[in-house]
């Protein structure tokens, strides 16, 4: 395979990665996420998941939006956005308020704690994004653009 990395098996003497698996989209999407969640834990935060950064950063650039709206924009399902949530706010680092037009509907706000929690958090984020995309601001933002545009490719092929 010219021009590829090799990807190897690991020091117990397993073998490589069989080739078929090196063209699986999928498969290489699943191994760059295993190895992200690894960094995340060790080089950013153990406790808080990469899903509660989301929501925090998101609430962050839209105070007061609704729970549910704010899960389609970060990409959960509503149930796991509750489940966030309400985690996020037992740890005192968000807060839910009722809509004054609509009481089934909960709008989000970062508190004092949550606020300075996530620029801590997000320091280290970034720090580890330098990290993850070495070289120069243009050829980050090429790969940047192509994982997005790919990200949209498969988010449409999933919902159709």
Do not use: C
């Not at 080089?43 to 939006?65: C, H, I, K, N």
């Not at 037992?90 to 004054?100: D, F, H, M, S, V």
């Not at 070289?135 to 090429?142: V, Y």
């Amino acid at each position: 395979m010219a021009g590829t990395v090799r990807v190897t098996g690991n020091d117990s003497g397993a073998p490589p990665t069989a080739d078929p698996l090196l063209v699986a989209p999928g498969y290489l999407a699943r191994r760059m996420y295993q190895s992200y969640v690894a960094l995340w834990n060790r080089e950013v935060d153990a406790v808080m998941t990469g899903p509660q950064f989301a929501v925090l950063t998101a609430t962050r650039a839209y105070p007061g939006v609704d729970q549910q709206s704010l899960a389609s924009s970060v990409t959960l399902d509503t149930s796991t956005m509750t489940d966030i949530v309400r985690r996020l706010e037992q740890r005192g680092l968000i807060r839910r308020e009722t809509a004054p037009e609509d009481g089934r509907r909960r709008l989000l706000y970062l508190t004092e704690k949550g606020t300075t929690r996530l620029a801590e958090v997000t320091q280290r984020s970034l720090a580890l994004d330098q990290k993850l995309m070495p070289g120069t601001s243009e050829h980050r933002e090429r790969v940047l653009e192509e994982l997005r545009l790919l990200g949209a490719t498969w988010e449409a092929l999933a919902a159709s």
